[in-house]
């Protein structure tokens, strides 16, 4: 289970995952996107950079994420059948970068509430155990892409599209990383356009044309020439610096600005898949339905075969929820799942806090190997 950047949604995946011959086999049983309440993501809006926040709304938004989380969860059990353990992202309100370190983060939604709901055991607060080991935390989808990536011929890559954009390597040395904003500015400029929260297929950026000063100025972003590892999020790109932009372009028509921040996103993104030589990218999240954003895509990167991640068998909408499944598997049974290649700790690191379900729930034993791959079962 997973709410992204964007918090417009919880993601979940219901998969039952298997080791066999070193190989971790995944079958995804059932998929949902639960919106949140309006009332709700008006409050974490509100409470995300540049707003400011109490401790007493930081109490609350807790609560009220943490049930509607044990809602989610109960409704795919509803409908996908039962589950032995729930893997819970929650909903990243802060993610603390200093001097290219990642120092803390805070995910919201109290994992108690699904652990009460579902009577099964459940994994959460997933990232502060790399940072502590000198990582940034970010991405965490790099350990499950890695596997599926081992799989695959030639240099592939996958490219997660959400409110901010991350990019994983293939090959024996991993590489992952935050490459810079998906969809968090191009949201942030629809809802102050159109008061919608997004612009659904790229339709209101398609009418308008790329702004060339704008565009060199966001491009000057220091963010995109520091090396990775490198992790990033709404503590950066928010509406206040989309503001901070806009004042020095006074007079940029509200399409110019969303056809210019889709470029922005297509063009950082291709310059790392070019330096990486990437020649097929399985390409996930909300992004990959943008075709406006897949086309600008597609025109820097020649020779490059983009293709949704459910080719490989992962719906792209519901991606990140499948990879926490597999996260949660590996702290269920002992194993590390970090790549320090990806997110810079001293090492790999078993991942999270586990709230127990009950008197009778327990977890499985101890792993004695880790999976080389991933095998999505069709």
Partial sequence: MISGTSHDAIDTAIVDLRMSDGVLEAEVRHTAAVPYATELRDRIAAALPPGR?????????????????????????????????????????????????????????????????????????LRARDIAAGGQGAPLVSYPDSLLLAGLPGRPGALNLGGIANLTTGGPRPLAYDTGPANALI????????????????????????????????LAEPYYRREPPKSTGK???????????????????????????????????????????????????????NPLLMAELAILLPGVRLTPSDEAGLPADAKEAIAFAILGWH???????????????????????IVPGGPDTSLPPPAKQPPHALRVLR
Avoid: K, N
């Avoid at 997004?198 to 060199?216: C, N, Q």
């Avoid at 007079?251 to 922005?264: H, M, P, S, Y």
């Fill in 331 to 353: 702290t269920a049974h002992g194993l590390p799942s970090t790549l320090p290649s990806c997110t810079g700790a001293r090492g790999p690191r078993v991942l999270g806090t």
């Fill in 235 to 289: 503590e950066l790109f928010h509406s206040g610096y989309l503001d901070a932009h806009l004042a020095r372009h006074p007079g940029v028509a509200d399409a110019d600005v969303l056809r210019t921040l889709t470029e922005l996103t297509a063009r950082t993104v291709a310059a790392e898949v070019r330096a990486h030589r990437i020649d097929t990218l399985l390409v996930s999240g909300g992004g990959v339905r």
């Fill in 187 to 218: 949201d942030a400029a629809a809802l102050a356009a159109t008061g919608r929260p997004y612009d659904r297929d790229g339709a209101f950026a398609a009418t308008g044309r790329t702004h060339p000063g704008l565009l060199a100025d966001l």
């Fill in 53 to 125: 926040t109490g401790m007493d709304e930081v109490c609350r938004l807790d609560t009220a994420i943490g049930r509607a989380f044990a809602d989610a969860a109960a409704a795919a059990v509803a409908a996908g059948g039962p589950v032995d353990l729930v893997c819970s992202h929650g909903q990243t309100v802060f993610h603390w970068v200093e001097d290219r370190q990642a120092h803390g983060t805070l995910q919201l939604g109290q994992p108690a509430w699904i652990a009460e709901r579902l009577g099964v055991s459940v994994v959460a607060d």
